[in-house]
């Protein structure tokens, strides 16, 4: 009686080993692919930082939705306790590094998380910066678009893409419509270089030519002007002060017509990274040596996890900081695709964000519009920044080159 007993008890114990040893095999192989997946990213992270920014291939590494850096670190770190023993600390090493490394390329923005009272001081100037997707050729009718550029009320309109497009969407074409524009807007100035168009109720004091703009000829032909001039400054007299509003277009690095599967998307970026480069460390170079408050708006055509920003990026600071938005985005507003932002917004030599937003461009632009407040600082802190022993910046950025790190680059 006391054997059938234990007979009948034994189910009760657990499986056998016959059943345990599959269970812990299928454990084991989930622990050290958990460990190979985070030891596997981190390996990326490392390739990212070495490649991008320094060779045209690389703009592949950085194209990832940028989320994906905090994202996927986190999402290990959760499976930690899957891995056993030396796997288990090889992941969580892996996985914090690989945390460190990544959340600067996140797009992620850390300050809405405990700052939400952003609004615009009394003396905020409003900036609008936009694509307008071929000046609305393509989307909308002409009436709702400038209704719709009116109803910001902005005080300095930087847009982009004044032209129109081929049937084939691969070729650029100049358009006129400044005699509508200013009837529109009675009373604002109007700075045109290429594709570049900036509208502002300040008077225009100054139109400096910026990085491979300076190299063209003044009979230059439309074309010409369209390829090299991706950056019009317009220094603006704001309140009895000269500012600088940068507004910019930088050259796509990928041929989405295309697609990756086709060898004209790879031609795209070997031939557009040295363009971009140049218009890049122009701008830069530009900022660093400009002693006036300033603010540089534009598609960037660049994400979070691109190094093409690093040298504007530690000269400047991001407007994200006055967003209440935790993961901003900006491309393909309300299509398939919105995991990037590559239009930016950035303030410095004394100018401040008080307020920045992304807003829907009603359907007229595959863009988000960029809706900036700043304050401009008054003249005696603007001469200031640009004395010795300020946060000015006195040197030019030369070209990456292969011994800078990431973040100097």
């Known amino acids: 009686m006391s054997d059938l007993r234990t007979a009948a008890a034994e189910p009760l114990t657990g499986p056998g080993p016959a059943v345990a040893a599959p269970v812990r095999r299928a454990r084991r192989r989930a622990g050290r692919l958990v460990c190979w997946t985070a030891l596997g990213w981190l390996v990326y992270l490392v390739v990212e930082w070495f490649v991008d920014g320094r060779y045209w291939f690389g703009e592949l590494a950085g194209a990832v939705p940028p989320f994906l850096f905090v994202l996927l670190p986190l999402l290990l770190a959760a499976l930690i306790p899957v891995a056993r023993g030396a796997d288990r600390w090889r992941t969580g090493a892996a996985v914090a590094v690989a945390l460190v490394v990544g959340a600067s390329q996140s797009g992620i923005n850390f300050g809405a998380l405990w700052s939400s009272d952003h609004e615009?001081?009394?003396?905020?100037?409003?900036?609008?910066?936009?694509?307008?997707?071929?000046?609305?050729?393509?989307?909308?009718?002409?009436?709702?678009?400038?209704?719709?550029?009116?109803?910001?009320?902005?005080?300095?309109?930087?847009?982009?893409?004044?032209?129109?497009?081929?049937?084939?969407?691969?070729?650029?074409?100049?358009?006129?419509?400044?005699?509508?524009?200013?009837?529109?807007?009675?009373?604002?100035?109007?700075?045109?270089?290429?594709?570049?168009?900036?509208?502002?109720?300040?008077?225009?004091?100054?139109?400096?030519?910026?990085?491979?703009?300076?190299?063209?000829?003044?009979?230059?032909?439309?074309?010409?002007?369209?390829?090299?001039?991706?950056?019009?400054?317009?220094?603006?007299?704001?309140?009895?002060?000269?500012?600088?509003?940068?507004?910019?277009?930088?050259?796509?690095?990928?041929?989405m017509t295309d697609g990756p599967l086709s060898g004209a998307f790879y031609s795209h970026m070997r031939e557009s990274f040295a363009p971009r480069a140049r218009q890049y460390a122009g701008l830069e170079e530009d900022v660093a040596h400009n002693p006036n408050p300033v603010v540089v708006a534009g598609d960037f055509n660049t994400t979070a996890a691109m190094s093409e920003l690093d040298g504007i990026r530690s000269r400047l600071t991001d407007a994200v900081g006055a967003s209440d938005d935790l993961y901003p985005t900006s491309w393909e507003e309300g299509g398939w695709k919105p995991f990037w932002r590559t239009d930016w917004a950035f303030t410095g030599h004394g100018v401040t964000a008080d307020k920045y937003s992304f807003d829907s461009p009603e359907k007229l632009s595959d863009h988000a519009v960029q809706d900036l407040w700043v304050t401009v600082p008054p003249a005696s802190d603007a001469k200031n920044a640009s004395q010795p022993g300020s946060a000015q910046p006195k040197a030019a950025p030369g070209p990456p080159n292969a011994s800078q790190t990431k973040s100097e680059r």
């Open 120 to 255: 615009p001081g009394p003396d905020s100037v409003r900036v609008v910066a936009w694509n307008t997707n071929s000046w609305n050729q393509l989307l909308g009718t002409q009436d709702h678009f400038y209704a719709f550029l009116k109803s910001k009320k902005a005080d300095v309109y930087l847009l982009h893409e004044y032209q129109h497009v081929t049937p084939d969407r691969k070729g650029r074409l100049p358009i006129d419509d400044l005699a509508r524009l200013r009837a529109e807007f009675p009373g604002y100035e109007v700075a045109v270089q290429g594709e570049l168009i900036t509208v502002s109720r300040f008077p225009v004091v100054a139109k400096p030519a910026v990085g491979p703009a300076r190299d063209i000829a003044l009979d230059a032909d439309w074309n010409t002007r369209y390829r090299q001039a991706k950056v019009l400054r317009t220094d603006l007299l704001v309140k009895g002060r000269t500012v600088s509003f940068y507004n910019l277009h930088m050259p796509v690095w990928n041929s």
